[in-house]
């Protein structure tokens, strides 16, 4: 079965401090991973993903994150946070192809201090 | 492109009432999802379709149904509306399936069921 652990239900960080958002996943095969973040009352955004290749993705917004399969974790990281990247984020698995195939985390609240 | 979009933003109904929630995305993508998010839950997957005409259940699809005559729209229809409903729903779609492509989100429909 597919799951997608995070962690932490909020993240609090002073502007300019680097940033990370953790997730953990749970796949039969392959992994592919996504993370999404979601502004009040807006939908969800997507910021980058891992399919396959280099273990870095880079994505929206200056955020990266780092595929480490030996841990089977996916965080999502920024150099230095802005205020405005306070948000809700969402991590989300799926093993492959397949239309009813991703499964999301119960989202992390990032708050960033000015 | 208006890229994904959803009528009505909010909406309250009472306990046995119905009501559709309209989707529409014009980005010519074959897939779309309908999602629900609850608080502090991640989202689950009410129905999905690969194209029109073609619908298949996700893993929260009771008390729902759903149609696809067209390539763009796609309604949720809530028959004889339960408390248990009370949640933010999102439309989504994609080119190809969940699997390996992103997901672009619609704004959300809040609704209550009293």
């Known amino acids: 079965a597919q799951s997608v652990a995070q962690p932490e239900d909020q993240v609090n960080v002073a502007e300019g401090n680097p940033l990370t958002v953790k997730c953990t996943y749970s796949v039969s095969g392959n992994p592919y991973l996504f993370w999404y973040v979601q502004y009040p009352n807006r939908g969800l955004q997507f910021l980058l993903k891992?399919?396959?290749?280099?273990?870095l993705v880079k994505g929206s917004y200056g955020f990266e994150a780092e595929f480490n399969k030996s841990q089977t974790s996916f965080h999502l990281k920024k150099p230095s946070a802005l205020v405005s990247d306070s948000a809700l984020y969402f991590c989300?698995?799926?093993?492959?192809?397949?239309?009813?195939?991703?499964?999301f985390g119960t989202g992390t609240r990032l708050t960033v201090i000015p | 492109n208006a890229g994904v979009t959803q009528t009505p933003k909010f909406r309250i109904l009472k306990i046995g009432q119905s009501m559709t929630l309209q989707c529409t995305q014009d980005m010519n993508h074959n897939y779309m999802y309908w999602y629900r998010q609850d608080p502090g839950m991640g989202l689950k997957l009410i129905y999905y379709?690969?194209?029109?005409?073609?619908?298949d259940k996700g893993e929260v699809p009771n008390g729902y149904n759903v149609s696809r005559s067209t390539t763009e729209d796609f309604p949720l229809r809530l028959e004889l509306a339960a408390p248990s409903q009370t949640s933010v729903y999102f439309c989504?779609?994609?080119?190809?399936?969940?699997?390996?492509?992103?997901?672009?989100f619609g704004p959300g429909t809040r609704l209550t069921v009293l």
């Open positions: 891992y399919i396959t290749g280099d273990n």
């Open positions: 989300a698995v799926s093993p492959g192809t397949g239309a009813n195939n991703l499964f």
């Open positions: 989504a779609s994609s080119y190809r399936d969940s699997g390996t492509d992103t997901q672009y």
């Open positions: 379709s690969v194209g029109a005409g073609i619908t």
